[in-house]
């Protein structure tokens, strides 16, 4: 099939969380299964520069939004064994220091920056001579697609492409004032309560479940969690109107980039009948952490934003009970800043147990998923979560709250206790977070078991070559 693929972020050219990750891996794995996929995304600042093969494309845009025609230029990249990229080159737009905000503050016309990048799309998927045979879009930035397709089709696009939405995370829709509706040159009729429209404002992803052919999120149990009032962020009711449409497929991990054996960021290489090498990267962690380096104290690890949705509140509480005992707690994250200010009181609490790092480092996270013992991630909601499944494969032992793809990628001792690849928890409070931590403490101190967990959680198979025909699936329904 030939599949584009549309994402405001692709790793390794962009990346603020696990979309970038997803979208990257994808695009590899269906050019491995034999498809034509390509991939458009932004030429954000330094891109250019970092891949000089890159090669602008005889292509101009000039396309409408509201009142006025706006114009970019078309760059591509091919690499082999990859999708080919195009990347919308429209310097005021993407040429800038942050992707979607700058020191906290979201641009201010983010609306207009992606809802031009959603016609970029339609545009190559309708004049591009290779013709998809479906634009695959991802979260709100590329949610308007659907809808714009649909109304060209009306105006007489024939046989166009199926659409498919890929939500991400429903907490972020895309929520502008009305007026932003006018940018789109989308009929008023569909700024309704079945459309575009969510209490008198834009909602981007309300659009794109609307009018999507197809919709797809990232955990089964998130496709379903999502249809509850609980979990629906305001949109259960679309999304259980749309519900003969919307499947969950668990993303699949990389393992060409999260791999322990042949692996430039980590210190020594490690497999599970080679553990030799994890114990080296826990000492050269901790002492890369300011941390006293000892192997017989379990370490802990979390890399994540630091956000709500991410359970923050609830791991400080736990941390602030559990440090009393012998353990050690390092973290790598950046977001808000009154969570940052959490953490660092936490560490200078702890000094000689705790270890934060803001910001994005990617060598370092490698190194915290090799090198600690446990992962922490307890999310209040969590679509799928990659960490998790890249500490698995790192023998580094998940707790995790029972949410999302967090439930549908770790088995706990109580489900199957020969098979248990890692500890989960319920409820969402600091008190059984705490206790899935003193689970981890006991199992930590029983080697044999500790092991055999290990062993389960490192055979794990996450691959995106199992993952990428449930997509194909999807795709083929149209
Ligand atoms: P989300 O997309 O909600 O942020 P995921 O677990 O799906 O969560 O994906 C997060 C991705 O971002 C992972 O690849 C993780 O390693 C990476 N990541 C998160 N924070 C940082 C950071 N501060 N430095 C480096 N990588 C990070």
Same mark, same amino acid.
């Given at each position: 099939?030939?599949?584009?693929?549309?994402?405001?972020?692709?790793? $390794?050219?962009?990346?603020?969380?696990?979309?970038?990750?997803?979208?990257?891996?994808?695009?590899?794995?269906?050019?491995?299964?034999?498809?034509?996929?390509? +991939?458009?995304?932004?030429?954000?600042?330094? +891109?250019?520069?970092?891949?000089?093969?890159?090669?602008?494309?005889?292509?101009?845009? @000039?396309? $409408?939004?509201?009142?006025?025609?706006?114009?970019?230029?078309?760059?591509?990249?091919?690499?082999?064994?990859?999708?080919?990229?195009?990347?919308?080159?429209?310097?005021?737009?993407? @040429?800038?220091?942050? #992707?979607?905000?700058?020191?906290?503050?979201?641009?201010?016309?983010?609306?207009?920056?992606?809802?031009?990048?959603?016609? &970029?799309?339609?545009?190559?998927? *309708?004049?591009?001579?290779?013709?998809?045979?479906?634009?695959?879009?991802?979260?709100?930035?590329?949610?308007?697609?659907?809808?714009?397709?649909?109304?060209?089709?009306?105006?007489?696009?024939?046989?166009?492409?199926?659409?498919?939405?890929?939500?991400?995370?429903?907490?972020?829709?895309?929520?502008?004032?009305?007026?932003?509706?006018?940018?789109?040159?989308?009929?008023?009729?569909?700024?309704?309560?079945?459309?575009?429209?969510?209490?008198? /404002?834009?909602? &981007?992803?309300?659009?794109?479940?609307?009018?999507?052919?197809?919709?797809?999120?990232?955990? $089964?149990?998130?496709?379903?969690? +999502?249809?509850?009032?609980?979990?629906? &962020?305001?949109?259960?009711?679309?999304?259980?109107?749309?519900?003969?449409?919307?499947?969950?497929?668990? %993303?699949?991990?990389?393992?060409?980039?999260?791999?322990?054996?042949?692996?430039?960021?980590?210190?020594?290489?490690?497999?599970?009948?080679?553990?030799?090498?994890?114990?080296?990267?826990?000492?050269?962690?901790?002492?890369?952490?300011?941390?006293?380096?000892?192997?017989?104290?379990?370490?802990?690890?979390?890399?994540?934003?630091?956000? !709500?949705?991410?359970?923050?509140? #609830?791991?400080?509480?736990?941390?602030?009970?559990?440090?009393?005992?012998?353990?050690?707690?390092?973290?790598?994250?950046?977001?808000?800043?009154?969570? !940052?200010?959490?953490? *660092?009181?936490?560490?200078?609490?702890?000094?000689?147990?705790?270890?934060?790092?803001?910001?994005?480092?990617?060598?370092?996270?490698?190194? #915290?998923?090799?090198?600690?013992?446990?992962?922490?991630?307890?999310?209040?909601?969590?679509?799928?979560?990659?960490?998790?499944?890249?500490?698995?494969?790192?023998?580094?032992? $998940?707790?995790?709250?029972?949410?999302?793809?967090?439930? @549908?990628?770790?088995?706990?001792?109580?489900? %199957?206790?020969?098979?248990?690849?890692? #500890?989960?928890?319920?409820?969402?409070?600091?008190?059984?977070?705490?206790?899935?931590?003193?689970?981890?403490?006991? /199992?930590?101190?029983?080697?044999?078991?500790?092991?055999? &967990?290990?062993?389960?959680?490192?055979?794990? @198979?996450?691959?995106?070559?199992?993952?990428?025909?449930?997509?194909?699936?999807?795709?083929?329904?149209?």
């Amino acid at each position: 099939m030939k599949i584009l693929l549309a994402s405001s972020e692709v790793y $390794p050219f962009s990346k603020t969380g696990g979309l970038a990750d997803m979208v990257g891996a994808l695009g590899r794995a269906l050019v491995n299964a034999g498809h034509e996929a390509v +991939i458009v995304t932004p030429l954000y600042r330094g +891109i250019r520069e970092k891949y000089p093969a890159m090669r602008k494309v005889d292509w101009r845009f @000039d396309l $409408p939004l509201g009142l006025t025609n706006v114009q970019a230029d078309l760059w591509e990249l091919n690499r082999t064994g990859e999708a080919k990229i195009y990347f919308v080159d429209h310097p005021a737009y993407f @040429d800038r220091a942050g #992707i979607y905000l700058e020191n906290h503050i979201s641009y201010a016309d983010n609306a207009e920056r992606f809802i031009f990048f959603s016609k &970029c799309v339609v545009n190559l998927a *309708r004049y591009l001579p290779w013709r998809p045979d479906v634009v695959h879009v991802h979260d709100w930035q590329v949610a308007l697609v659907p809808a714009l397709v649909l109304q060209q089709k009306i105006a007489g696009w024939g046989n166009p492409p199926a659409t498919c939405l890929t939500i991400h995370n429903l907490a972020y829709q895309g929520v502008f004032p009305a007026e932003a509706f006018a940018l789109t040159n989308l009929p008023e009729s569909i700024f309704n309560t079945e459309g575009a429209e969510f209490f008198g /404002l834009l909602n &981007c992803l309300k659009a794109g479940i609307a009018f999507a052919d197809f919709i797809t999120t990232v955990s $089964p149990r998130y496709a379903r969690e +999502i249809t509850t009032e609980e979990f629906g &962020c305001g949109l259960d009711g679309v999304l259980r109107r749309r519900q003969s449409v919307l499947t969950g497929i668990l %993303n699949g991990v990389d393992y060409a980039e999260w791999n322990t054996t042949k692996n430039p960021h980590l210190v020594k290489p490690f497999s599970v009948g080679r553990m030799a090498g994890k114990k080296i990267n826990k000492l050269e962690l901790q002492k890369e952490l300011g941390l006293p380096a000892d192997e017989s104290i379990p370490l802990f690890g979390t890399i994540s934003r630091l956000a !709500e949705q991410k359970g923050v509140d #609830i791991q400080l509480g736990a941390l602030a009970e559990m440090l009393n005992t012998n353990m050690q707690f390092v973290l790598l994250g950046s977001g808000s800043q009154e969570y !940052e200010r959490g953490y *660092r009181d936490l560490a200078r609490h702890f000094p000689r147990k705790v270890a934060v790092h803001f910001g994005y480092n990617e060598t370092l996270a490698h190194r #915290i998923e090799a090198g600690s013992d446990f992962f922490l991630m307890p999310s209040r909601f969590e679509p799928c979560g990659l960490n998790q499944m890249y500490s698995l494969r790192y023998g580094t032992i $998940p707790i995790v709250r029972a949410t999302g793809g967090l439930d @549908d990628s770790v088995l706990d001792w109580t489900q %199957n206790a020969k098979f248990a690849t890692g #500890i989960k928890f319920s409820e969402y409070n600091s008190r059984s977070l705490a206790k899935a931590i003193r689970k981890a403490l006991v /199992l930590f101190s029983q080697p044999k078991l500790f092991q055999a &967990c290990r062993r389960n959680a490192m055979k794990a @198979d996450f691959s995106w070559d199992r993952t990428v025909h449930d997509y194909i699936e999807v795709y083929q329904q149209r």
